[in-house]
């Protein structure tokens, strides 16, 4: 059987264990949205952001793209971060980079010709590896580069998140939090601790938190 029959197969199955779990469970759902999180990742398939925090329907406003990049200039992250906050009133936004993540090694390597619009999209991420070129000069290998790169992207994302229109024009904005995955272990680390950075403050304040980065035990 091909991959999408099988798929469809699967949530068939998926359905039945889901209401046989909880009968009440797609009345909820049906009924409306009440997310408390808005999702920044990557494309990525090994970071699926409801697996590896075992969230379920519902739980997640999800944007994914490759290198969990935001632009405020661009309408498909901008229109998901002003319907999340406005509307669906999010407490919290986190942005999840992973280590091995391809766009980011993107950046650190030749431009491919033959992919003119991932190029366009890790521009900003190919600046940031030129605006930290001395750090991430001095690591050992092309893989410490891209795990390093990947967690000053988290950083900088998060800067432009709090610094967004959207988010600071809210009476009581949400908590911008930065996270990195591992593949190695499945483990979230926190690179940007929401509950300890104003949103209002500078970048100097959420670059002073990376040292201090911490494993999330929770
Ligand atoms: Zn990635």
Not at 14 to 26: L, M
Not at 67 to 86: H, I, K
Not at 93 to 118: D, N, Q, T
């Amino acid at each position: 059987m091909d991959r999408p029959k099988r798929m469809l197969v699967a949530n068939i199955a998926w359905a039945r264990e889901a209401a046989a779990r909880d009968p009440q469970v797609f009345t909820g759902l049906a009924q409306g949205q009440n997310p408390h999180v808005l999702w920044i990742g990557c494309s990525d398939s090994r970071v699926p952001a409801e697996t590896i925090t075992h969230c379920e329907p519902g739980d997640l406003f999800v944007h994914r793209n490759i290198a969990n990049l935001f632009d405020p200039d661009d309408d498909n992250g901008a229109s998901v971060l002003e319907y999340a906050v406005r509307v669906l009133k999010v407490g919290h936004v986190i942005v999840c980079g992973h280590y091995g993540c391809g766009g980011v090694r993107a950046a650190l390597l030749p431009l491919a010709p033959e992919l003119p619009h991932v190029n366009r999209r890790i521009a900003p991420l190919c600046t940031l590896a030129h605006t930290h070129r001395d750090e991430l000069g001095l690591l050992p290998s092309e893989a410490s580069r891209v795990n390093r790169l990947a967690e000053l992207n988290v950083l900088e994302q998060v800067r432009q998140l709090r610094a967004s229109p959207i988010v600071r024009g809210m009476d009581k904005p949400p908590l911008v939090h930065g996270w990195v995955f591992s593949l190695e272990d499945g483990r979230l680390k926190v690179i940007v601790d929401g509950y300890s950075d104003n949103p209002a403050e500078s970048t100097s304040r959420a670059q002073a938190t990376l040292p201090q980065a911490v494993s999330n035990d929770a």
